[in-house]
């Protein structure tokens, strides 16, 4: 590592600076979003999980942050640590733009977005150095820990200062991970309109070999990849190769399931479907960890929303972690990890609540802001037209909710927040079949400003944030278009994992 040059000087006082409003801007925030049981940055800004890694006996998540404005300005990295993926606590700013390939100053610069590696015990993160200009230069960067908190910036940085090709669209965004003694780089790219997993080899970190496009887009999916991660999951060869596709609006996110042959780095292509289905998930990365789980977390926002927490001090949080199974058929499933029944108090079971059509039920205790449920329903005897859900955060006049409902017919999962309250609002949809005897089975996380929707196992996800008066707690169960039974639901109130804090 580098001596304590002017250089690491230089880095050290911005990351001091960045830790001193860190603390003032925590405590001046409005905490009516703060949620209770994701993570979120202490204040200000946060985007993308970089640098999710399993290391020493501890999980830990970096992200791109501002520490000083609720909005994207100069990129840093924040840094936050778990030892079970529930309960997290903040460390000091990990990077900060400080040298002239991430330079800060201006909105769009600086340390942007990248992973971490355990080099012999070494916490190593890989990022893309940005700086905007006429053309925006993004080159690829090291910055080494012993300690796994302090970090320096390699001298010999940029360690990939030239794209493959001079006309591009956005070269950014490197995941590395390690196969026998070979490093393996997945960087996002865009060239010609169509977005690319291009991929590099290394023996060191430092010097780095150009290995061509692993994967780019059929022309349907987007013009730039950001945030590739490509890893094994399941058997042989199989490996899933994750996306956050820009312009293709409205699908945000992508997984593409196939094989990948470390000889030509070429991925090859078999199922590709939405990773979540909801408005709110991008940008997700993963972990493989001790119990060899492949755990991804994504950024619980989404660019160009309406983001009511920024008037707030702040803006951003991480989805509840998952964890990433492949099916017999290359679909993925992704489920909340289990360490998440950690949180659970105050446990109610009902089974078999007849739903009337048209009906809106309320259950005795049955309320919440930060709650988990889960249902289950028998929708193979349902008319072609019923629908069967519930509304959340519902106003006491019942004027106000967010609605979830399945839609036996169309064989479709919606959440609807129209009526939901501040921020943008939308129906989201994903395609569901019953599982194999004919039931469907939702799991549901409520959070203060969130809600992470499970269906069937994991086969479909679905993510929004929600904004609603936070005196708005009701639930209420409906079916539509005919009766309905809810065969069985569970409910706990979830313990919140921060302190309650009051800012105000
Ligand atoms: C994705 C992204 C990345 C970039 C980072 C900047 O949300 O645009 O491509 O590295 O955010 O914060």
Redesign the pocket.
């Known amino acids: 590592m580098e001596k304590s040059t002017g250089k690491v000087r230089a880095h050290r006082t911005r990351i001091a600076e960045a830790g001193a409003a860190l603390k003032e801007n925590a405590s001046k925030l409005n905490d009516t979003y703060r949620l209770h049981y994701h993570m979120m940055p202490p204040a200000g800004w946060m985007?993308?999980p970089n640098g999710l890694i399993y290391f020493k006996g501890d999980y830990h998540l970096f992200y791109?942050h501002d520490p000083y404005q609720a909005k994207?300005g100069p990129?840093h990295w924040g840094h936050a640590r778990s030892g079970d993926l529930v309960h997290w606590e903040h460390l000091p700013v990990a990077l900060a733009p400080s040298e002239p390939y991430d330079k800060g100053g201006q909105a769009g610069q600086g340390c942007?977005?990248g992973s971490a590696v355990d080099d012999n015990g070494m916490l190593t993160l890989i990022y893309?150095g940005?700086v905007d200009g006429q053309t925006p230069e993004e080159v690829q960067c090291l910055a080494v820990s012993r300690d796994g908190i302090t970090f320096e910036k390699s001298a010999a940085n940029p360690v990939i200062g030239d794209s493959p090709d001079a006309e591009r669209f956005?070269f950014?965004?490197p995941k590395v991970w390690k196969r026998g003694d070979t490093w393996y780089m997945v960087v996002?790219y865009g060239k010609d309109g169509l977005g690319k997993a291009i991929v590099y080899t290394s023996g060191d970190l430092l010097s780095w070999t150009y290995q061509g496009a692993a994967a780019e887009s059929d022309g349907r999916m987007g013009d730039m990849w950001?945030?590739p991660d490509l890893f094994p999951l399941g058997e042989g060869d199989s490996h899933v190769l994750l996306i956050?596709p820009m312009n293709i609006a409205p699908v945000k996110n992508l997984y593409l399931s196939g094989t990948f042959d470390y000889g030509s780095c070429r991925f090859e292509k078999g199922v590709s479907e939405q990773i979540d289905y909801g408005f709110d998930f991008?940008?997700p990365q993963t972990l493989v960890d001790d119990r060899g789980r492949r755990i991804m977390i994504a950024?619980m926002n989404i660019?160009g929303a309406a983001m009511p927490e920024q008037a707030h001090g702040w803006l951003g949080a991480m989805t509840l972690p998952r964890e990433l199974t492949l099916a017999a058929d290359g679909t993925l499933r992704s489920n909340p990890v289990e360490e998440l029944a950690a949180l659970r108090s105050d446990h109610k079971a009902y089974k078999g609540v007849a739903l009337e059509e048209g009906s809106l039920v309320e259950l005795s205790r049955v309320s919440g802001d930060c709650l988990e449920l889960e249902l289950v329903a028998d929708v193979s005897s349902l008319a072609a037209c019923a629908e069967i859900g519930l509304r959340i955060r519902c106003s006491g006049d019942g004027s106000s909710y967010t609605e979830i409902r399945y839609s036996a017919g169309e064989r479709k999962l919606y959440m609807d927040r129209e009526l939901g309250g501040a921020g943008d609002g939308g129906v989201s949809e994903a395609p569901l079949s019953p599982m194999a005897d004919g039931r469907v089975k939702l799991r549901l996380f409520i959070d203060r400003s969130s809600a992470e929707l499970f269906a069937n196992e994991g086969r479909i996800a679905m993510t929004n944030r929600l904004y609603p008066d936070p005196s708005h707690t009701g639930i209420r169960f409906f079916a539509r278009g005919g009766a309905a039974v809810i065969e069985s639901l569970n409910v706990w109130q979830l313990e919140p994992v921060w302190p309650r804090v009051n800012w105000n």
């Open positions: 985007n993308d791109q994207q990129m942007w977005s893309t940005h956005g950014r965004d996002g950001e945030c956050s991008y940008a950024w660019w």
